[in-house]
């Protein structure tokens, strides 16, 4: 079997045990979004959803967001960690979309890679969630996952298993598939424990665990 037919099943039967592939940061419009995933680096999307609701409910736009000042932004941001950093980027962020896009959120993937704090895995997520363009959204479960069940071989870095993913992973699929490789690596295939192979959709395919087995 090679890994267009290994990524063929993995779409398949994580469709069934997830038949919904949703983000797990809540946000109503696509410049939330885009401080929301900003605020996620090293924070989980539960309390990244916490927090932001005193932000919006203080800054309910992108020009309120971008009159802030950083110090204000980061006072309130700070239980996601990396307060300093995180305000300074989403300040300069909103900035941008006011001065550059009339406050709107541009759907081209350069042109989100160019606003301050948006790396490959941001703007891949703004494209698929908000524009429903094709996206791989290489975060640490898809990264880990893929690598166990032999999607790729032993690639670390996140924009070479994004391309390799591309040459395997129909584009209409990308977006759900990497949702669902979250869900599952929450629930199954865990980072800070064993992976639970015996209740794993996957394991008769997954290179993890016939290794380990």
């Not at 948006?118 to 996952?145: E, Q, W, Y």
Request: hydrophobic share 40%; net charge neutral; glycine share 4%.
């Amino acid at each position: 079997m090679d890994k267009k037919e290994l990524a063929a099943i993995c779409i398949a039967r994580l469709k069934q045990e997830y038949p919904l592939a949703d983000c797990t940061l809540d946000y109503d419009h696509a410049w939330q979004l885009l401080v929301e995933v900003r605020l996620a680096a090293q924070c989980t999307d539960a309390r990244v959803n916490v927090v932001v609701q005193d932000l919006f409910a203080k800054y309910p736009s992108v020009a309120a967001l971008a009159a802030a000042e950083p110090e204000e932004i980061e006072a309130i941001v700070r239980p996601c960690g990396l307060g300093r950093s995180k305000a300074r980027d989403i300040s300069a962020c909103m900035r941008m979309l006011r001065d550059k896009y009339d406050c709107r959120v541009p759907d081209d993937f350069d042109a989100l890679l160019e606003l301050p704090g948006v790396g490959r895995k941001s703007a891949n997520l703004m494209m698929g969630d908000v524009f429903g363009k094709p996206a791989i959204v290489t975060d640490t479960h898809c990264i880990r996952l893929c690598n166990r069940i032999g999607l790729v071989d032993d690639i670390k870095e996140p924009k070479k298993v994004e391309m390799a993913l591309w040459k395997i992973i129909p584009p209409e699929e990308g977006s759900d598939f990497c949702h669902r490789l979250v869900y599952h690596g929450r629930e199954v295939c865990t980072a800070r424990t064993h992976p639970f192979c015996d209740r794993c959709c996957l394991r008769d395919v997954c290179k993890f665990a016939r290794e380990n087995q």
